[in-house]
Structures are given as C-alpha cells and as structure tokens.
C-alpha cells in the first residue's frame, strides 16, 4: 500500500463530540478524497457498524477506529486504535469501563462551573451530546459558546476547562496498558494520538513511548491536525527511533470549530512505515474494490 495514500485515520462523530453523523463523515471524507478512511469516536466504538455501511457505500475503504483515554504520570494520553474487531467483548468491556465515570465527572464540573457563576452547564452540556453516555468537556465548550460566556470553544478551553482552571476536574482513566492491550488482543494496531500535544518532560515523553512499546503498540500520530510542520519532523524521527509504524489523521471534529479538513494534511514524511501497512488485511473494502491485494500489497 502506498505510503502517499489519502489516509485519515482520525476523527469524531456525534457518537462522541464529533458534530457530524458518521454517515455525513464518510460523505465529506469521500468528497475531500480521502482514500482510507476511520473514524475514532473517544472510547467508544458504537458508531462503527454506521462509519464502515457508510464508507462502502460509495466505495470508501475503511478501518474500524477508537481513541481511548488513558491517565499516564498524571496526564491524559489518547490512545488510537485501528483495525480491531468491534464485537472483541473484552474490548467493549474495557470501553464501557473507561466511559464509566464520565457522568460523575460532569457533574462535579458543573458544580465547579456554579461556583464561578455559570450556572446549569451539565443540562447545557447535555443537550449537546449525542451520545449521553460520553458526555465530555467539548460539550461544556459548546454550552459556553452559545451563552455567550466565551466567543470560542478555545478560549474555554484556556479559561476554564484545563488544569488549573475553575471548571476543571481531575480524572482517572484507563492504564496505558490496559488501552493497549485491548486494541491488540482485539487483532488491532495501537497508536500514540497527537504526541507533541501532551506537556511531558524529555524523560516522561521517553518513558511513555518505551512503555507503550513494550505493551506492544506499534505505531504514532506523526501527521495530525495537532501538529505543526516542524511536529511532523520530529515526531517522524520519533517513530524511526522507536521503530513504530507512522500515522495520519487529521482529529475532525466540526465544520465550524475544526481548522484541519478531512484528507487535507500533507503525506507522512519519507522513509516511515504507515500504520495502514500494519493493518492492511483489516481494511474492509467496498463491493467495487474488491479485497484482491490488500494483504500483500505493500
Ligand atoms: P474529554 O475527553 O471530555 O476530556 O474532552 C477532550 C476533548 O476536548 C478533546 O478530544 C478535544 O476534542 C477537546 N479539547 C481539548 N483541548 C481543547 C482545546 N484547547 N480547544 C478545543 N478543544 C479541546
Ligand atoms: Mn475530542
Ligand atoms: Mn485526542
Ligand atoms: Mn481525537
């Protein structure tokens, strides 16, 4: 499989806090010409079933997709994973669990929010959640928004939803290795999201890698939205360094809040492995593209 490929192996529907249907997704996906295609709700994978019918068809090849939160030395990591079989029980288990305290999680925020005089945003937020279940800070953002306590979702972000700031709430996710030993026992490829976007030393940024590696996760974000061109570099080397497959996707999450497109990053700098590689006998074609290659093609 080429290396040049139009691969976006990242983003959001309203199944998490995506603001499009993963059926509109896969439209825009195509019509932005997208090759391959996964979408990568937050620690859920119901919206699968939905972004695969969709991709096929209009001939869309696609890669069951997720990003697990996870809580590594007091930090969130999002972990991607590609690939795996949506019906591995332990997997759906493992999500569930990882859901699990996103409720509580809100409430306590709302409350925090209270005490700085924004009142009501868990039933604000709510309202902007497709999926209760999976309630997250985005949609607090959205509530800020339209009551005009912030123009932007960013700027909430800065003001209030970080560490630190008033309507934060600390929370614990799923282990590092948990995460990605889901992914893989699930026959999937496991993938360190966004890297440059976490706020770790030298050492700390070492100690994930190694760890993720001896886990057995096999790949990283080297070309996403979150990065900038000198990112895509540096992370490049990263991967070479560590010996991990390399991944693209661009983390969409709105037409009106996003500024990276669907399939319009540039493709992974040279002498990497995509991650597509890593996976290509799991990619589920459409009647019109038969699977005829796939698993030897390189
Ligand atoms: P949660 O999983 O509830 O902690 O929410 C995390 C999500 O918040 C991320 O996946 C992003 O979609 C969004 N997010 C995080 N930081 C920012 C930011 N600075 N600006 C806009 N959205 C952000
Ligand atoms: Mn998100
Ligand atoms: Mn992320
Ligand atoms: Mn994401």
Same mark, same amino acid.
């Given at each position: 499989?080429?290396?040049?490929?139009?691969?976006?192996? #990242?983003?959001? &529907?309203?199944?998490?806090?995506?603001?499009?249907?993963?059926?509109?997704?896969?439209?825009?996906?195509?019509? %932005?010409?997208?090759?391959?295609?996964?979408?990568?709700?937050?620690?859920?994978?119901?919206?699968?079933?939905?972004?695969?019918?969709?991709?096929?068809?209009?001939?869309?090849?696609?890669?069951?997709?997720?990003?697990?939160?996870?809580?590594?030395?007091?930090?969130?990591?999002?972990?991607?994973?590609? !690939?795996?079989?949506?019906?591995?029980?332990?997997?759906?288990?493992?999500?569930?669990?990882?859901?699990?305290?996103? $409720?509580?999680?809100?409430?306590?925020?709302?409350?925090?929010?209270?005490?700085? $005089?924004?009142?009501?945003?868990?039933?604000?937020?709510?309202?902007?959640?497709? %999926?209760?279940?999976?309630?997250?800070?985005? #949609?607090?953002?959205?509530?800020?928004?339209?009551?005009?306590?912030?123009?932007?979702?960013?700027?909430?972000?800065?003001?209030?939803?970080?560490?630190?700031?008033?309507?934060?709430?600390?929370?614990?996710?799923?282990?590092?290795?948990?995460?990605?030993?889901?992914?893989?026992?699930?026959?999937?490829?496991?993938?360190?999201? #966004?890297?440059?976007?976490?706020?770790?030393?030298?050492?700390?940024?070492?100690?994930?890698?190694?760890?993720?590696?001896? #886990?057995?996760?096999?790949?990283?974000?080297?070309?996403?939205?979150?990065?900038?061109?000198?990112?895509?570099?540096?992370?490049?080397?990263?991967?070479?360094?560590?010996?991990?497959?390399?991944?693209?996707?661009?983390?969409?999450?709105?037409?009106?809040?996003?500024?990276?497109?669907?399939?319009?990053?540039?493709?992974?700098? $040279?002498?990497?492995?995509?991650?597509?590689?890593?996976?290509?006998?799991?990619?589920?074609?459409?009647?019109? &593209?038969?699977?005829? !290659?796939?698993?030897?093609?390189?």
């Amino acid at each position: 499989m080429s290396p040049t490929l139009n691969a976006d192996l #990242h983003c959001h &529907s309203t199944v998490s806090d995506g603001t499009l249907t993963p059926e509109a997704l896969a439209e825009r996906a195509k019509a %932005n010409g997208v090759e391959l295609w996964a979408l990568t709700d937050h620690d859920e994978i119901g919206g699968q079933q939905r972004a695969a019918a969709a991709a096929q068809a209009i001939g869309l090849q696609y890669l069951t997709g997720v990003e697990i939160s996870v809580t590594f030395i007091h930090q969130t990591v999002h972990i991607v994973g590609l !690939g795996f079989d949506p019906e591995n029980q332990a997997l759906k288990d493992g999500l569930l669990q990882t859901r699990d305290g996103r $409720g509580q999680r809100a409430m306590e925020m709302s409350e925090s929010l209270a005490k700085v $005089g924004i009142k009501g945003a868990y039933e604000g937020a709510l309202k902007y959640a497709g %999926n209760k279940a999976l309630i997250s800070r985005t #949609h607090f953002a959205r509530f800020m928004v339209e009551t005009g306590v912030c123009r932007e979702t960013n700027e909430v972000f800065r003001k209030y939803l970080t560490e630190g700031k008033p309507g934060y709430v600390e929370h614990r996710w799923a282990s590092l290795k948990n995460a990605v030993t889901w992914i893989r026992d699930a026959g999937g490829v496991a993938v360190i999201a #966004h890297p440059a976007r976490y706020k770790f030393s030298a050492n700390e940024e070492f100690a994930l890698f190694s760890e993720f590696k001896a #886990h057995g996760g096999q790949g990283v974000e080297v070309v996403t939205g979150s990065h900038t061109p000198a990112e895509y570099l540096s992370y490049a080397d990263t991967a070479r360094e560590f010996g991990l497959a390399a991944s693209r996707g661009s983390d969409f999450h709105s037409p009106d809040e996003s500024h990276t497109e669907l399939g319009t990053l540039p493709p992974l700098p $040279g002498q990497l492995t995509p991650v597509w590689e890593l996976v290509a006998d799991r990619i589920r074609h459409s009647s019109a &593209s038969p699977v005829a !290659g796939a698993a030897t093609g390189r």
